[in-house]
DNA sequence: ACCCTAACCAATTCTTGATTGGTTGCGCAA
DNA sequence: TTGCGCAACCAATCAAGAATTGGTTAGGGT
């Protein structure tokens, strides 16, 4: 009777006297075989039963481990932006950014909001497009940085790192400034005064209006200038 | 007198010639050399000029390359994890799994809808809290990978990596297994039915809510049986 | 002084063979 | 027939050494 569940017991056996910890790597299917004195076969049906309880996991070339599998983490910015493409890089602020506005309407000191409208300042008055989106860049970190969690603004820096890498053959040859009456200007006050009047859903619209706009740039750039 | 520049004009004209798109990699300088007819010395001053320029870039065993030096960011899991808490964590959880639900909504393949269905089965069968756990971690995953966007995806798996290492403690312990009316297996199903209708309000508002319910457990671990 | 050449250094990539989980086919016994 | 053991093979992975490549230095010549 012990025949059929005889593989599973002696590899549980095993793992209890050797008192593997988690991420372990234990001996090759065909060692282990005769550590156990059975045959393959019965002991991958027993490395098959502990595999789907999630107690082990095994990967062809690599091996047998104790403990979940590790998921695997992309924190790496060139590998997410060789893969990608600016559709979704523009895709994916929509959706964010405007969740991070609403958060920074929530906990914006008075000091963020001091720091929100010196970036607003220092975008009227670039005097090239470069100098533009560093002031542009830096008041949507400034957002991030007045929803005062850590989290949030990790992930807002990852997309922008992203959103940089993908976009960066875009560069401006443009000579001139920006115009007195860019849309974003507006936008940009809009933003800040909802954050300040502790408006979410306003500075949430606010900034989904505000990169939509930029948005439509982005896919029709003659019609920047209007 | 064309002595001096000789080498980077020849290079210029080079680079002209072939018309190489960014990212390209131009030929050892060894090879160059002979190609131009010029020496490594002078070859290697002119392609110093250009790297200062911002023209191109080079690396020790990798070669040289047309345009810009790619950023070299990663944002570091385990850094953003020692500077947070579950109360963040959770918090970053409510405001972007809606939006990726949302996503989700709209562009899940028949394919994505089987994956969910499969995740709901196996979670309703889960014999343990642990085994419990990985059903539904996989389940929230492919809802990210339903929103068929790769920055998206990338983003949600940083958020899992930070939130896994942030509780990594507080594993449960229990061995009994989730009760039949568990909270989460309504949930779950209510997303996964909004999104095969193609609600996009219904789906966000769905994780919202199986979000906030796994909020209550979390901060208040022994209401969880309710 | 300046430059060419050659050699060397360290970081990276390429190549080759071994390892490992996954699979298939054959033979044997119940 | 059914199931098990055995062996061979497959594809993914790893590991170690050779080859490549940008960066540097020393010697010789003009």
């Known amino acids: 009777m012990d025949q059929g569940q005889g593989a599973l017991t002696q590899l549980r056996a095993y793992l209890a006297q050797h008192d593997l910890p988690s991420n372990s790597r ?8 005769d550590i156990l004195g059975v045959s393959r076969g019965e002991l991958r049906k027993a490395l098959a039963v502990m595999e789907s309880n999630g107690e082990l996991w095994r990967h062809v070339g690599k091996g047998t481990f104790i403990g979940a599998r590790p998921t695997k983490e992309y924190s790496d910015v060139a590998a ?8 979704e890089v ?6 964010i950014e405007p969740q991070i506005a609403r958060e920074a309407a929530l906990n914006a000191t008075a000091g963020d ?7 607003m300042i ?16 830096r008041l949507h970190r400034a957002v991030a940085e007045a929803a005062h969690n850590t989290v949030l603004l990790a992930l807002f820096d990852t997309l922008n790192a992203v959103r940089r890498a993908v976009v960066w ?3 401006r040859d443009k000579v001139d400034r920006p115009p007195a009456d860019h849309h974003s ?17 306003g500075a949430s619209q606010a900034m989904l ?13 003659r019609a920047a200038a209007e």
């Not at 234990?26 to 075989?33: I, Q, T, V």
């Not at 523009?90 to 959706?95: E, G, T």
């Not at 507006?186 to 909802?194: D, G, N, Q, S």
């Open 26 to 33: 234990l001996p090759p299917e065909r060692e282990l075989c």
């Open 80 to 87: 997410i932006a060789a893969l990608t493409n600016p559709r």
């Open 90 to 95: 523009m895709q994916a602020r929509l959706l």
């Open 113 to 119: 909001i001091a720091e929100l409208k010196q970036c």
């Open 122 to 137: 220092a975008s009227r008055q670039a005097q090239t497009w470069r100098q533009y989106e560093n002031s542009d860049n």
């Open 169 to 171: 053959g875009r560069l």
């Open 185 to 201: 200007f507006v936008e940009h006050e809009a933003l800040v005064r909802a954050i300040e009047e502790r408006d979410m859903d």
């Open 209 to 221: 209006r505000h990169l939509s706009h930029v948005e439509g740039n982005l896919l029709a750039p």
